[in-house]
T-cell receptor, first 115, second 116 residues
Framework: AQSVTQLDSHVSVSEGTPVLLRCNYS??????LFWYVQHPNKGLQLLLK??????LVKGINGFEAEFKKSETSFHLTKPSAHMSDAAEYFC?????????????FGQGTTLQVKP | NAGVTQTPKFQVLKTGQSMTLQCAQD?????MYWYRQDPGMGLRLIYY???????DKGEVPNGYNVSRLNKREFSLRLESAAPSQTSVYFC???????????????FGDGTRLSIL
């Protein structure tokens, strides 16, 4: 069965410093992997998507993620945090065991950015 | 450029009352989904509709029903609300699913539901 684990429930960084949000997944198939961001009182917005074309995936707002099959990881990074990056981030894996578009969400990581 | 629209945005119910949450998308997407979000638990799938005319249970369907009214609209009904259903509910849509090729899901802004 597919699953996804976000290793940190809360990450705090200073503005201008790098961001690392960690995600491990479990999948019996070649997974589709996503990172979504949720700002307060808003819905989820897609940051980036991995679909096996390239292991390093670039997303919006300067974020990128690297797919590492050997480590079953899909960590999200950004070289320099901005105050507007403060939000909740979800790592998501497709439920490839069924012939549907069902997604499995991690528990979320809250990113705090300090001035 | 509305995307996915959910109504209402907020609602307070008493235990035992019924309610329907509405969702509409204007992107001509085939697949639609209902999730609930609870603190520390990410999003959990309640029901989904892979295409117009079909609906299926997700991870947490108990206490809910859905209707795929047409291609645009997918409603979620609580027949007899319980305090455990206090949550934030999100509707999402997706172009169409081909096995192993998830497309990004587009989310509404959510309905915040409190049941007393």
């Amino acid at each position: 069965a597919q699953s996804v684990t976000q290793l940190d429930s809360h990450v705090s960084v200073s503005e201008g410093t790098p961001v690392l949000l960690r995600c491990n997944y479990s999948s019996s198939y070649s997974p589709s992997l996503f990172w979504y961001v949720q700002h307060p009182n808003k819905g989820l917005q897609l940051l980036l998507k991995y679909t096996s074309a390239a292991t390093l995936v670039k997303g919006i707002n300067g974020f990128e993620a690297e797919f590492k099959k050997s480590e079953t990881s899909f960590h999200l990074t950004k070289p320099s945090a901005h105050m507007s990056d403060a939000a909740e981030y979800f790592c998501v894996v497709s439920d490839s065991s069924s012939n549907t578009g069902k997604l499995i969400f991690g528990q979320g990581t809250t990113l705090q950015v300090k001035p | 450029n509305a995307g996915v629209t959910q109504t209402p945005k907020f609602q307070v119910l008493k235990t035992g009352q019924s309610m329907t949450l509405q969702c509409a998308q204007d992107m001509n997407h085939n697949s639609m989904y209902w999730y609930r979000q609870d603190p520390g638990m990410g999003l959990r799938l309640i029901y989904y509709s892979a295409s117009e005319g079909t609906t299926d249970k997700g991870e947490v369907p108990n206490g809910y029903n859905v209707s795929r009214l047409n291609k645009r609209e997918f409603s979620l009904r609580l027949e007899s609300a319980a305090p455990s259903q206090t949550s934030v509910y999100f509707c999402a849509s997706e172009t169409s699913y081909s096995r192993g090729q998830n497309q990004p899901q587009h989310f509404g802004d959510g309905t915040r539901l409190s049941i007393l």
